[in-house]
């Protein structure tokens, strides 16, 4: 027997967890009804420990009414069911999920990682070239950033000593 509010406890937990200031902005859980009737959940599982994991596709068809179907596409986890269905997805989701020894944890981020991601947040916060006036650095012929004599090249590179991220 399933009960509703552990499904929607540990479904809260998992969410949580995966909220670090950053992933909330771009990834999420979304879950809405369809006109078959039914529900749908999708969960992206990008920057998540699920993100690679894999999942054996769950499909049943009891009546016109009951019914499921969870696969994986991409990176996210979709669920399909019926009207009646929407605690039976999120529990084959949180199932799932929870194979995971450590299910709330979260994905390891390397120095190299977190080094990269930090660039390029300095990297935003730089912002555009605004001058008039040119950078100080010799030769540079950029204009400067609004907080600073330099360019925005020039300006990371003094501060981190060495260049940008090339994509950035
Ligand atoms: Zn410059």
Redesign the pocket.
Known sequence: MINMETVLSDLQAWYAAQCDGEWEHEFGIEIKTMDNPGWSLRVNLEDTLLEDKSFGEVKRQDSKDSWVQCFIEGKYFIGFGGPHQLTELLTIFLDWAKTEPDWLAVQYETEEQARDRKDKELWAVLGDEVGPEL?R?EN?T?PHIRYSA??R??HFEMMRGYAPPEDV
Do not use: M
């Open positions: 950078c650095a540079c950029h330099f360019c090249r020039h």
